[in-house]
Every structure is written in C-alpha cells, then in structure tokens.
C-alpha cells in the first residue's frame, strides 16, 4: 500500500486532500509550545505543546524531590515550607509579612481564578519565599481583576510552582512536621545539592522581623473602605492615639484602628519605649509578625519597658512577644496554624469565632505567672490563643482580629482594646 502524502495545517498532520472541514468534519486548531516536525519536503516546520513541561522542583530536606512546573519567577530559594487551609485571599496571603522565610502551600487545589488587585495587598511587597500549588487557574474571573497571578508573580520576583501532589505533601507535613525545602528551576543542579541546602538551612533562631519592619516612623490615616466595613455600630467617635508597633504589620490591622477612632503612628521594632512613651499614647499594639520571638530579645525588652505604663494590645507575634515579657515561655508548634477557619473559644463568654491564623510558635500557658488569664483556646489542639493581664491593662490574640482574608468573627477585639483605653483614661 502506498505511503499517504501528509501535509501541516495550523499545527496539526492532516493526510493530502483532506480539509480542516469536509464532509461535516470540524476539525479543532489549537495554539501550543515549542517542538517541530519534518514535513514531507523535509523542512522544519515550529509548532508548539498544549501544556507545560516539568522544569521545576520541590526537595523537602526528609528527602523527597517532587517535580513541579513553574510560574512566576525562576531561581533557587530555601526556606520553610507550611501548608495553609485557606479557600480564598491568596493575595492577602503573598502580602502578609508574617510569611517571611516560608513556602505557602495552598490546600485549595486551584488557585489564581480571581487574579490580583491592588485593592488587597497587606503590604507594599511580597515577603513570602514562594508559592505552591496542585492547580493553576487557566483563566481568570473577577470584576476587579487587574492581572493574572503568573504575571504577579513575575512582576514581583516570586517563585510559583504548580501540577504536583499537594495533598500528600500536606499529610507529610502534618506527620512529620514543618519541612524546610528548596524551590528551584536550575536544572544544573542535582538533587543531591538541593537537598544538601535545605538541611543545612534553619528558620529556627533567626531574626526575620528587622527585615520587613518599616524603617522610620509614619501616621497612618486610611480607614477600611465603606464597602467592606462590616462593623460600625460599636464606636463611640472619640480619638485615641495609638503607637503600632511593626514587626510585620498589616494594613487592614491599622485600617480597622484607624475605623475605631484611633490616631495611628506607626513605628519600627527597634524604637526605644522611652521615645514611644514622650508621644504620650493611649495604647501601644504590638503587631503580628515572622519567625520566632525567642530570637528578637530587643523586641521582648521593648514590651517589657512598656508594660504597667500604658494600655497594650498584642497580635499573633505581639502575643508571643507579651508572653515572655511576662514571664512566660514560647515554644514552636509541630506545623503551625496557617488558614481561615481554625475554631477559638472565648473562654469568658463561651462563645466560638472562626479565626483567620498564621503563627509557628505559641505560648505555653503553664509557664504564665499568677495573675494572667488564658482568655482564648484553639478547639482545634487547645493551645493559648488570648491572653488578659487587667494589673497591667495587657490584652493579646494569638490570631488575626482584622481577618484579612476573613473570616471577621473576631472583629470585636478592636473594640475592645477601644474600652481598655478608655477605663485606663477615665481611671487616670
């Protein structure tokens, strides 16, 4: 039988005579990547791949390597790997200060169909180490959408990885703990290599807030927008001067102060309390923030000079910050709590919030001295998530009241830190 003459159309081999439609055949075209073939007059003919190939890897320093493919920036980078429980707030999650040194790991298995805005940066950069996901969204879907996730990415010299097993990745992690890791796209180097970096790395110990602390003081004045503030019924219009301690802050943390009244300058980890005190606040709030507390004595010192002098308010770092200032001890947890929908009980009311958490360390509750009340519990694993001290007019909350991405169960923290500094001017 004779060989079938074979032509190229559009990407595609179609046999002599036949038509891309003949007949009732509708035969699809599609755009793909980089390859070739050889017609039948012998040249070259460039036509491209309908996916992508496998140009990346994750090697955890257990020993596992895990191909991947990449979006966003290229490179190699080490740091700690966490998983987050989050369905939606990617954005808000790359922005977050409190990533410093992590690869996020996101269980929601697709990823990127919202896009990115400008509207939900928690920062004006991204401090996390890199991305990871099962599924990158093909397109995107929503009406404030100003870029794809890839190009953000890029844009902002961050590594993505995407199309590797995430689920068995997070049952490793919840087994044998945090991992430390490589993320790398340099397919000169062997495995042995990468595996050799991540065990020779360790987030244990390590300063991570002097890096994403503001360098200079400076007032914050922007509330949250009138679109999406949910609370305005508990405020009663008076101003108070607040100093905001960052270690990693927030925005929407001083967008929702800045909403409750509060005059906010913020400040950098390392201002003397002397300097904070000639400012005269009504409250000091000590901010969420990176890594392990034990390895900012300077911060801890700082809280410890301002104690008993004015009303404090401490937030995930600032709570693990409070507690050794009090005496207490911190302790790092086997894998966090990363995600918005870990279950804590308000241990004086009795009620249960849905809390959004991103923290590595917790404070040990037995280590408190007399006097300091364990105000709030993680049903999940019963670990400390509020601290009281009414002596000293102190207040804190393992996780994130702004709920930035939600949920806002916790809102009502902001108002109460309003109260405490309202009966310590009335007592005063």
């Known amino acids: 039988m004779a060989a079938t003459t074979m032509t190229t159309t559009l990407g595609f081999v179609l046999p002599t005579g036949l038509s891309p439609r003949r007949g009732g055949l509708r035969v699809s075209i599609v755009r793909c990547s980089a390859s070739s073939l050889t017609t039948s007059t012998g040249s070259t003919a460039s036509v491209e791949k309908p996916w992508s190939s496998y140009d990346a890897r994750l090697v955890l320093e257990d020993g596992s390597v895990w191909p991947a493919k990449s979006f966003g920036a290229p490179g190699t980078r080490v740091a700690e790997l966490v998983f987050n429980t989050s369905l939606t707030g990617y954005q808000e999650i790359l922005t977050d200060p409190s990533y410093a040194g992590q690869f996020v ?3 929601n298995p697709q ?3 919202t ?5 939900d940066e928690e920062s004006k950069q991204c401090f996390l ?4 996901i099962r599924s990158l969204s093909i397109s995107t879907s929503n009406w404030r959408c100003t870029k794809t996730l890839a190009d953000y990415l890029t844009e902002r010299n961050l590594m993505g990885i995407y199309d590797l ?4 990745i997070t049952r490793r992690l919840r087994e044998e703990g945090s991992l430390n890791g490589v993320l790398s796209t340099e397919q000169t180097k062997t495995d042995e290599e990468l595996l050799h970096m991540s065990r020779s790395w360790d987030i244990v110990g390590i300063d991570l807030i002097s890096d994403v602390s503001c360098k200079s003081p400076y007032e914050w004045v922007d509330k949250t927008d009138p679109e999406w503030d949910f ?3 508990t405020r009663d219009g008076k101003p108070y001067r607040v100093i905001a301690y960052d270690f990693g802050i927030k925005h929407n943390i001083l967008r929702r102060l800045s909403s409750y009244g509060c005059q906010t300058t913020v400040v950098p980890s390392t201002f003397p309390a002397s300097e904070a005190l000639k400012m005269n606040p009504d409250g000091i709030l000590f901010s969420n923030g990176p890594g392990d507390p034990s390895a900012v004595p300077y911060a801890v010192e700082t809280v410890k000079e301002l104690l008993g002098k004015v009303p404090v308010y401490g937030i995930c770092m600032g709570h693990q910050l409070l507690g050794q200032a009090l005496g207490g001890k911190t302790y790092k947890m086997k894998f966090g709590h990363h995600g918005g929908n870990h279950p804590v009980r308000n241990n004086r009311t009795g009620q249960v919030e849905i809390s959004a958490q991103n923290h590595n360390y917790a404070v040990d509750p037995a280590s408190l001295p007399g006097g300091v009340e364990v105000t709030h519990v993680n049903l999940n694993d019963g670990s400390c ?3 009281s001290f009414p002596a000293m007019n102190v207040m804190s909350l393992q996780y994130h009241p702004e709920a ?3 949920p806002h169960d916790s809102d009502n923290a902001f108002r109460e830190f309003i109260e405490l500094m309202k009966r310590s001017k009335q007592s005063s």
Request: hydrophobic share 40%; glycine share 18%.
């Open 105 to 107: 790991l996101m269980t």
């Open 111 to 113: 990823i990127g169909n």
């Open 115 to 119: 896009g990115v805005n400008l509207d």
């Open 129 to 132: 180490a890199g991305l990871v």
């Open 165 to 168: 097993d995430t689920r068995a």
């Open 231 to 233: 609370n305005t019924n």
């Open 385 to 387: 998530a509020g601290l």
């Open 404 to 406: 930035s991405p939600g």
